[in-house]
């Protein structure tokens, strides 16, 4: 095969992330082994590949795995582009695939937590009913993108199947279901025609055949088997769809904040869509004043429209309400109550250390003041760090945990000090321990990107601050 190694597909057979990898994979007639997975008792080789969210699919290419279904969809046209008779899934246009990549994530974004609350999530009739009008309403922006993306031809991706195609088509087996659920097709004929007549043409297809279920007593089957479990279990779902609540999180900071960052850790971490806003600190917006009238300050998550405030506030409501998804808090009550700890000391001792070292010191004398509060703060922290890993990368343990996400929200901050005082502020010959810890988190996948690294255009924006007398504004 053109990209070499054989190929193995982990998935589920009523997986819309699966079966979109499994239609793209016989659009290309490329030969590969499918492995069922058993929800209940995950393979090593699962478990292993997909470490994360412990998930499917995982595409195994050469024995190297790539997972997240959009992700492998996009690799597998990268690595057997259209040639040889191989059609290709995005447009050879840089803007026609932007608008491909954005019409596939609304259908994540929209569908399928609706989809997830007609099937799974629906305790009433109505929150069944309010789950369809939801899967209505975007169908119907959907019906539009069609007529847009496909000028009239039989798909999204035109004359032949393409991204946003295989995207919303992953979720048609669920579909059989749903229309037999509510006694109707959930997508509409009356409602939403070019779209019907869509997935008409998509299930003949091909590369639908044999993939795409069209059993519905089987899928609804599946379905209580699903709800037969317990929830813990049955929050496979969300972990697939990576994230645990159908309602969208939205999150108002700004890229400086050391508890800014510390949240978008935890989101990253757990691998949860968001969008973020960045605020002004000279003009902050109405919807910021509006959500934390009492402070004003970031960051504030809103979820389903909700505020929360306060970081720390904000890491603990996270872990609740996605709790299957990598926890940051211990299970132990009593290693929760360290770990609290260990975060509340970072607060009072680090933070105020930091703002007296970059926002209130006058002289070089209260400078210097600051970095010795700092660096005596920090020798605790590499006895805590000691303590609290036993021995493994983090204070979490093998992964990022509560005090390592509070303490890592400052190391921003501590990449413009470094330039300020000419060295390390975590020194490595002082605290050994805490210099390689500081080194991990940095190249951790949940800080890249995150995490500043520019001195320069940290200590610009410093200066931004000092001569707008905000220093309050971004420590709270």
């Known amino acids: 095969m053109a990209g070499g190694g054989e190929l193995k597909l982990l998935g589920v057979w ?8 499994r239609v793209v ?3 290309k007639s490329l030969p590969y082994e499918y492995v069922e997975e058993n ?5 090593a080789l699962l478990l292993g590949s997909n470490p994360v969210h412990k998930s499917v699919p995982v595409l195994l290419h050469g024995g190297r795995p790539v997972n997240e279904s959009q992700v492998i969809v996009q690799y597998i046209d990268e690595v057997w582009p259209g040639v040889d008779g191989r059609p290709s899934v995005l447009p050879s246009d840089p803007y026609e695939r932007a608008v491909a990549r954005f019409w596939a994530a609304y259908v994540d974004d929209k569908v399928g937590p609706a989809w997830l609350g007609i099937v799974f999530r629906s305790k009433t009739e109505e929150e069944r009913a309010a789950a369809v009008a939801q899967a209505v309403a975007a169908l119907e922006t959907l019906e539009e993108a069609f007529k847009e993306c496909s000028k009239g031809k039989p798909f999204f991706g035109g004359d032949g199947i ?17 229309d037999k659920l509510i006694g109707r097709r959930l997508i509409d004929p009356a409602r939403t025609p070019a779209l019907a007549a869509w997935e008409e043409r998509f299930r003949a297809a091909e590369a639908a055949k044999g993939v795409v279920p069209d059993d519905a007593d089987k899928v609804l089957e599946f379905r209580q088997t699903l709800l037969a479990w317990s929830a813990s279990k049955a929050k496979w779902l969300d972990s697939a769809l990576g994230m645990a609540g159908d309602d969208e999180l939205k999150l108002l900071g700004m890229w400086t904040s050391a508890f800014v960052l510390r949240v978008r850790f935890v989101l990253n971490l757990k691998s949860l869509p968001y969008e973020f806003v960045e605020e002004d600190l000279g003009d902050k917006s109405a919807l910021l004043l509006a959500s934390n009238p009492v402070h004003k300050t970031v960051p504030v998550l809103l979820h389903a429209g909700r505020p929360v405030n306060e970081s720390q506030v904000i890491l603990q409501y996270l872990d609740e309400v996605w709790p299957n998804l990598p926890p ?8 929760r109550a360290v770990a609290r700890f260990w975060a509340a000391y970072v607060d009072d001792k680090v933070r ?8 209130r010191s006058k002289t070089e004398e209260e400078r210097a003041e600051a970095v010795a509060q700092a660096d005596a703060a920090l020798e605790t922290l590499e006895g805590a760090l000691r303590e609290c890993s036993g021995g ?3 204070f979490g343990g093998d992964s990022i945990g509560f005090v390592d996400v509070v303490l890592g929200g400052y190391l921003g901050w501590f990449t413009a000090i470094r330039k300020l005082i ?3 502020l975590i020194d490595p010959a002082r605290t050994p321990a805490l210099a390689a810890w500081e080194d991990r988190f940095r190249a951790t996948e949940a800080a890249k990107g995150v995490l500043p690294d520019d001195a320069d255009k940290m200590l610009e924006f410093r200066q931004t601050a000092i001569a707008l007398g905000a220093s309050k504004t971004i420590t709270l």
């Open 328 to 335: 940051v808090l211990p299970s132990d009550p009593y290693e």
């Open 352 to 359: 105020l250390a930091w703002l007296g070292i970059l926002f």
């Open 162 to 178: 393409g991204f946003v195609d295989v995207v919303l088509g992953g979720y048609l087996g669920w579909f059989t279901g749903i």
């Open 39 to 43: 929800l209940g008792d995950k393979s």
């Open 25 to 27: 994979l016989n659009l």
């Open 14 to 21: 009523t997986s819309p992330y699966v079966i979109r990898v």
């Open 422 to 424: 000419g060295r390390r």
């Open 392 to 394: 493994k990368p983090f």
